[in-house]
């Protein structure tokens, strides 16, 4: 049994897509600025509730979510008093 679930995805098609997502996400963490980093996240969000366009589709949804939990994450743990 593989890591992948989804039918006609190999394990190392999962295990690339990963890789760029993580390789994405570090690189986002060092250029974006932290405010930024929540924005850019949103929009990617909102881009992918226009799938109908050609360039955009739904891939922007869980890319946005993530790019926007670099910030949410920290400031969370920020208010609860750094825990």
């Known amino acids: 049994m593989g890591l992948s679930r989804i039918p006609f995805v190999s394990d190392q098609e999962l295990l690339r897509w990963k890789t760029r997502a993580r390789r994405f ?3 986002v963490r060092q250029v974006v600025p932290p405010g930024g980093r929540l924005i850019l996240g949103v929009l990617l969000m909102a881009g992918g509730l226009l799938a109908f366009l ?3 589709g739904l891939w922007m949804l869980p890319l946005g979510l ?3 939990s670099l910030d949410v994450v ?3 743990r920020w208010l609860r008093g750094g825990r």
């Open 25 to 27: 996400l570090v690189r």
């Open 54 to 56: 050609p360039v955009l």
């Open 66 to 68: 993530a790019v926007a």
């Open 74 to 76: 920290p400031a969370l």
